[in-house]
């Protein structure tokens, strides 16, 4: 929507402004700031989602297993028995108390990591500055904003340098708007986003009372797309839950045909829904996908979304920047090769000493620096200089940075009228405005190409002779006299070599995209390990290349020099079109589209914009790239580890089915084997073994060495499914097997069932070991740290014991004592029925013996 609304607006809230404006821009003090809060209200757009519990009971007594548990305990009442009623009752309270701890848990994880990407503003709060949540702010705060921030209240501009604030998102129009103080363009609006310059601002108004409040709109995305997993996930529930509601009715009738009694036909049919129902399996995945973003948050890596984690382990390409990812940012005056006296100063071998070009510079940067180049150029210009005319002359018109690739150029004047203008950027673009001959021209760009190759980022410094009273109003009009050029270099990080191999390990492809120029990307390059950095493209060539073209050349190169956010966004397009799962870094303004469109886009936590940090999926807290390799390394864990529980649940749920189902279709003897009970018993066991233990399994050895998976692939192969469902099959066999055997022999219902019922939970016990890892034996996966695996067995069979040889309990479950004989011939059958897939694991390893580690 497009509104007219920027007149009005300002000039109401100048005039009120004006009237009603304390003086005192030091800060509120802690007293203040509570009133305020009281009488304005908090800087919130919409009330706070609060994870409460009555939300998430909510969901969880909709559920259709409750629901089940609670007709099946309701039948049972109906029926006069009530032990089993009072049962299921205790059941429902334990399934519903470990769906709700689950969720619970999940969400805390969540709302934790949400607090952590709030966005955080520097105030003046009781004479002194601080950093607050930006929700914090309340009217009268007197804040800090920068280029790259996005503005956190609507406020009145107290001080501004080169201020220009982008109102597409209220006004619909995308030219930025140059605010200052003196001027009606005096108010900057919540929402709108700071392009360039700087500002000490006072909040008029916050929260839903302010001009993004009233229009309603948000910033944040309330429904996001879901993630191919989730879509396959969802749609198996579905499947299954209609599966489980065909199920009842077939056995419903089919009971009722058999027996001729209603009641006993729905427990009969409920007891089959009750075991086809997966409701592990969303439960599984979303606490997978919760505490994965949490565990990455302890490993210095926040998610800004849970199910980011999903995507990690599928990551092919990593596309970082250099600046701060793959160096220090440290920016270190390194040397200046003054062109006027063609003299060079080494300043890592010698002392600093004052020339012209540094001098000039100094003057086309910032007064108030915030740029670690900028920083350097004031400290070292300050110990040199005879004499420090900074406070001497004034900023009369400043050219903010512009240009392809860019420069920037500042004008100042003092007292006397006397004038200085000064340039520095790049040096293509400032050699363009000069007028220096050809031989002058190869002389300059030698000595650019020689500190380049050194890794130095090299700016270009020069001066203009144009007239104060006629002023281009564009940068790119003026002509320009070069005095030289001044170098930086900004090391590699220490580990960069050691992170670079391991994404090389990993099957993860780098690249380097940079503005800087070609030498020092590829000089960098070469320093940290990247493969191939003596072939690169430019920013040009990525431009005049179609597509098509550029999807077959972005493969074969790994280091992008003097890339512009146009050329970026267009070589992630490119990557993305080759079937790439992209992961990209990237901190400032201009890398905000380009993080979006990556799949994993990852903004740097202490030097990265806030606009790019709301673009990315990932922010890295202290900046260390080494964290993106545990956090794939995490990704693949919790994919991993998700699929083995998902492939457990279909591998036993497959067994509970069919001893419900098969008796009756095969018309023994026996048809009643498991009753609501039994079935509810077994899933208190399943839930937690599949949410709980195999989310708490460490990495497999051989994670790491395997290339990443491929994105558009189907969760389960074809081989995986069928393994897991014959694994379910031969369960079954040997259960109904055991069971068949006893019956035909002449033995009691009641020890058909505990024989059954036996053999299926040592079968389940094994199963759970098998499953640890379809690569690995047994042998290799005992050794895994896994505190919850002994526990959940022990339970397991003690349950087991108690329920077998305990008479209260044994009467519940409707057993008969078994002699030890009997459980030690159910304990062989249980082996037998699911050991055997050892052997299939180990002709696995003898076909891919490279990814035994």
């Known amino acids: 929507m497009v509104i007219n609304y920027k007149r009005w607006k300002e000039y109401y809230l100048y005039l009120k402004t004006s009237l009603t404006m304390s003086l005192d821009n030091s800060g509120l003090d802690n007293k203040s700031v509570l009133a305020r809060r009281a009488q304005f209200g908090s800087n919130i757009l919409e009330k706070e989602r609060r994870f409460g519990f009555w939300p998430i009971i909510l969901e969880v007594v909709t559920e259709p297993l409750f629901l089940i548990l609670v007709l099946t305990a309701t039948i049972y009442f109906v029926l006069g028995e009530y032990q089993e009623g009072f049962i299921m009752l205790l059941a429902i309270i334990f399934v519903s108390g470990i769906s709700i701890y689950q969720e619970n848990r999940s969400r805390n994880a969540v709302e934790s990591l949400r607090k952590l990407v709030n966005s955080k503003i520097r105030v003046i709060r009781n004479n002194k500055e601080q950093v607050i949540d930006a929700q914090e702010l309340v009217v009268d705060d007197v804040f800090f904003i920068e280029d790259g921030n996005i503005v956190p209240a609507d406020a009145f501009i107290l001080d501004s340098n080169d201020l220009s604030v982008n109102e597409g998102m209220l006004t619909g129009e995308s030219v930025p708007v140059y605010k200052s103080p003196e001027t009606l363009s005096n108010m900057i609006s919540k929402g709108t986003l700071v392009e360039s310059g700087y500002c000490k601002a006072k909040v008029t108004e916050v929260g839903v009372n302010t001009v993004l409040g009233k229009i309603g709109k948000s910033l944040e995305n309330i429904e996001s797309e879901k993630s191919p997993l989730q879509l396959q996930i969802a749609k198996f529930t579905r499947s299954m839950v209609l599966y489980g509601v065909l199920a009842f009715f077939i056995v419903c009738i089919m009971y009722y045909l058999l027996k001729g009694n209603l009641i006993e036909s729905l427990l009969k049919g409920l007891t089959l829904a009750m075991s086809v129902l997966p409701e592990e399996i969303p439960v599984a995945f979303s606490t997978f996908m919760a505490l994965g973003a949490f565990h990455l948050y302890r490993k210095g890596v926040i998610a800004r979304s849970p199910y980011t984690v999903e995507v990690l382990g599928a990551a092919t390409v ?161 002509n320009f006299d070069i005095l030289g050029l001044i170098a930086f270099y900004d090391p590699p990080k220490e580990n960069m070599q050691e992170v670079i191999k391991s994404f090389y390990k990993a099957g993860i492809k780098v690249k380097m995209i940079t503005g800087d120029q070609v030498e020092t990307a590829t000089a960098i390059g070469h320093q940290i390990g990247i493969k191939g950095s003596d072939s690169f493209m430019t920013g040009d060539q990525v431009q005049k290349m179609s597509l098509v073209k550029l999807k077959d050349e972005v493969d074969k190169i790994n280091i992008f020099a003097r890339i512009d956010p146009e050329a970026k966004l267009k070589l992630i397009e490119a990557f993305k079109a080759n079937g790439e799962v992209v992961a990209m870094t990237g901190d400032g303004v201009n890398d905000a589209p380009a993080l979006k469109a990556a799949h994993i886009g990852i903004a740097m936590g202490k030097g990265g914009s806030e606009v790019a940090k709301n673009s990315a999926s990932l922010i890295l807290v202290d900046d260390n790239l080494k964290w993106m390799v545990d956090a794939v390394a995490l990704g693949r864990r919790i994919y991993e580890n998700l699929k083995k529980a998902i492939r457990y649940i279909i591998s036993i749920h497959i067994p509970v089915i069919l001893i419900v189902a098969l008796p009756l279709v095969l018309y023994w003897k026996f048809t009643d084997i498991f009753s609501p009970v039994h079935v509810i018993f077994l899933e208190l066991i399943m839930g937690p073994t599949c949410s709980i233990i195999f989310e708490n399994e460490p990495i497999e050895k051989n994670s790491m060495a395997k290339p990443p998976r491929k994105m558009a692939a189907d969760f389960f192969s074809f081989r995986e499914l069928l393994l897991s469902i014959i694994q379910g099959l031969a369960i079954t066999l040997f259960c109904l097997a055991m069971g068949y055997y006893y019956m035909k022999t002449g033995n009691s219902e009641a020890i058909v069932r505990t024989i059954i019922y036996s053999t299926l939970i040592f079968s389940n016990v094994f199963l759970t070991l098998v499953t640890r890892s379809f690569y690995y034996s047994i042998y290799t996966t005992i050794k895994y740290k896994n505190i919850l695996i002994p526990a959940v067995i022990l339970i397991s069979l003690l349950v087991l014991i108690l329920s077998v040889y305990y008479r209260p309990i044994q009467q519940i479950f409707r057993f008969e004592t078994l002699s030890l004989l009997q459980l030690g011939v159910c304990l062989l059958a249980a082996f037998i029925s699911v050991v055997w897939v050892e052997i299939y694991k180990y002709f696995i390893r003898r076909q891919s013996p490279q990814l035994i580690i």
């Open 318 to 478: 990593l596309c970082t920047d250099k600046t701060g990812t793959l160096t220090e940012n440290r920016m270190q005056l390194s040397a200046i090769y003054d062109f006027v006296f063609d003299e060079e100063y080494d300043y890592l071998n010698d002392d600093f000493k004052y020339n012209e070009v540094l001098n000039y510079a100094m003057w086309a940067s910032e007064s108030v620096p915030f740029d670690n180049m900028e920083k350097t150029i004031h400290e070292v210009y300050g110990k040199v200089v005879p004499s420090d005319e900074r406070k001497v002359y004034n900023m009369y018109k400043e050219y903010p940075l512009s240009g392809n690739p860019p420069i920037m150029t500042h004008v100042w004047k003092d007292e006397k009228e006397a004038f200085i203008i000064a340039v520095k950027g790049s040096l293509e673009t400032i050699l363009r405005q000069s007028s220096h001959s050809a031989v002058e021209l190869a002389k300059i760009k030698n000595h650019a190409y020689r500190l380049a190759k050194k890794g130095y980022r090299v700016l270009c410094v020069a001066k203009s002779q144009q007239q104060i009273n006629n002023l281009p109003e564009s940068q790119s009009d003026f």
